[in-house]
């Protein structure tokens, strides 16, 4: 069984910037980028411009278009359940933890208000996505022991999101949990992180459906987006070594 890791030079760097709540940094990138991205997946209508204002002030700025309020409460949970995440980035994965990052995503959503979700519990009722409602604790279980038997390298990581998503354990928000997972693990185990674009959503679902005859298209998807996270990486340092002197 897999132990909590030391943390990367990467995570290190998150973290810093993470507890001093610095802006323009990489924790900024994957808070407003991840949360913009994997909830657009999800038809949440914020933009990106406005998802950024959110994180930074805390205020949004009223647009043309009307703006649901339930939009405005995922992405806010968003940025607290990835402050919980990083805070537990070297953490084994745990059926508890899956539990909370849900619960974090969904409290006081329009589902939660009208009981259409169980926040930060496992659904009860039958779902055409997923698996039957009575096989969902052991099989959730059952793939995180697999998955922690030794260190995890990208290919793992991929697979257990796969699987994850086809035991589709929550009412809602499947989704956006598995990608926030697969984020924590890169840099839990100093795998190139990636947040995958909302316009690749058609291929990433495809990726996801076709795995196990064709695991290439997700391997591609994945690939891109590390990539784009790779470059923001570089910037960032290319801006850190290029700051005027203090006067």
Known sequence: MVRETPPTPLVKKILYQHERNNHFGIYEYIQVNLAYSS???????????????????????????????DDIVEMMNHFICMRYVIDNVTAPLTVSFIKQVHHFLTYGTYADQNHKTGVG??????????????????AVADLIKIYER???KLEQILAFHVQFERIHPFDDYNGRVGRILMVKECLRYGIDPFIIDDKRRGEYNRGIAQWDTNPEILRKVVCEA?????????????????RPPKK
């Open 150 to 152: 030794k260190a995890a």
């Open 226 to 242: 590390q990539k784009r996270f790779q470059n923001k990486l570089d910037t960032c340092r290319l801006m850190q070594y290029h």
């Open 39 to 69: 909830s657009r997946m999800a038809s949440n209508r914020l933009t990106r411009n406005q998802v950024e204002e959110m994180y930074r002030t805390k205020r949004l700025t009223a647009s043309f278009e009307p703006t649901k309020v």
């Open 121 to 138: 519990e496992f659904r009860i009722k039958p779902d055409k996505l997923g698996i039957p409602p009575q096989q969902i604790n052991k």
